[in-house]
């Protein structure tokens, strides 16, 4: 299995993409109600991030079936390194209250096409 850097660096130079953001999936820990009391800290947070363009993409996620709402969520984060990452998953408020567990994940863009409309988010 190839080291991650090392696929970046092969990835780069095939000419791919190669934009790497860190992918956040966060769960539910607390009670129904905790979760929504921490809410607008939580979503305070995000808009900061967002500010700052360390916030590319966050929203809810659906169960498997695609029918009900899990309280579950998933952001992508731009960040110089893993390390900056997890600093801005810990500091959110549902994180940091227990609201919500995470897990994380690099994630690089290899392939796709970014719609005009965000390429100031992602460019800056």
């Given amino acids: 299995m190839p080291k991650w850097d090392d696929y970046v660096k092969e990835a780069r130079e095939r000419g ?25 800290r939580h979503l305070a ?3 900061g ?10 929203g809810p996620v659906s169960d498997e079936s695609g029918e009900n709402m899990m309280g579950e969520g998933m952001m992508i984060y731009r960040a ?8 801005l998953a810990d500091a959110d408020p549902m994180h940091a209250e227990g ?10 863009i290899n392939e796709g096409h970014i719609p005009q409309e965000l ?6």
């Fill in 119 to 124: 390429k100031p988010l992602l460019d800056n």
């Fill in 16 to 40: 791919s993409l190669a934009a790497e953001f860190f992918m956040v999936r966060s769960k539910p820990i607390a009670p129904p109600e905790r979760v929504k009391a921490i809410l607008p």
């Fill in 99 to 108: 609201g919500r567990s995470y897990t994380m994940r690099r994630w690089l």
């Fill in 80 to 87: 110089a390194s893993e390390k900056e990452a997890r600093a």
């Fill in 45 to 47: 947070y995000q808009v």
């Fill in 49 to 58: 991030l967002q500010e700052q363009h360390k916030l590319v993409f966050a």
